[in-house]
Nanobody, 124 residues
Framework: QVQLVESGGGPVQAGGSLRLSCQIS????????MGWFRQTPENEREGVAV???????NYGDSVKGRFTISQDNAKNTVYLQMNMLKPEDSGIYYCAAMRGVVLPWYNSREYTYWGQGTQVTVSS
């Protein structure tokens, strides 16, 4: 059974930083895409960033230059380093995974496995 467990959320002031972690277990395929999404006020999941097994990355326009996604394959863990945080970055952040490559990467419906989410609250 595939499980994704996020950690690292919490409260932070605007301009601050947080690092989210997502550990995947039970995944037996050789390739995967792992992404971070956040819940919008319209209750949709907005693509934040994605990374492939080979290390290729993509970012949402609103986080480019501020967020960095990375991975440690030995630990089966993906990270999201969030810098220069803004109040509009607040929300529940979800880690997601699927086999192979997702196109387009920000299509949340293509991801098979999801974590429970971690809350990020940025105060002004």
């Amino acid at each position: 059974q595939v499980q994704l467990v996020e950690s690292g959320g919490g409260p932070v002031q605007a301009g601050g930083s947080l690092r989210l972690s997502c550990q995947i277990s039970g995944y037996t395929y050789n390739t995967r895409s792992m992404g971070w999404f956040r819940q919008t006020p319209e209750n949709e999941r907005e693509g934040v960033a994605v990374i492939s097994t080979g290390g290729a990355t993509n970012y949402g326009d609103s986080v480019k230059g501020r967020f960095t996604i990375s991975q440690d394959n030995a630990k089966n863990t993906v990270y999201l380093q969030m810098n220069m945080l803004k109040p509009e970055d607040s929300g529940i952040y979800y880690c997601a995974a699927m086999r192979g490559v997702v196109l387009p990467w920000y299509n949340s419906r293509e991801y098979t496995y999801w974590g429970q989410g971690t809350q990020v609250t940025v105060s002004s």
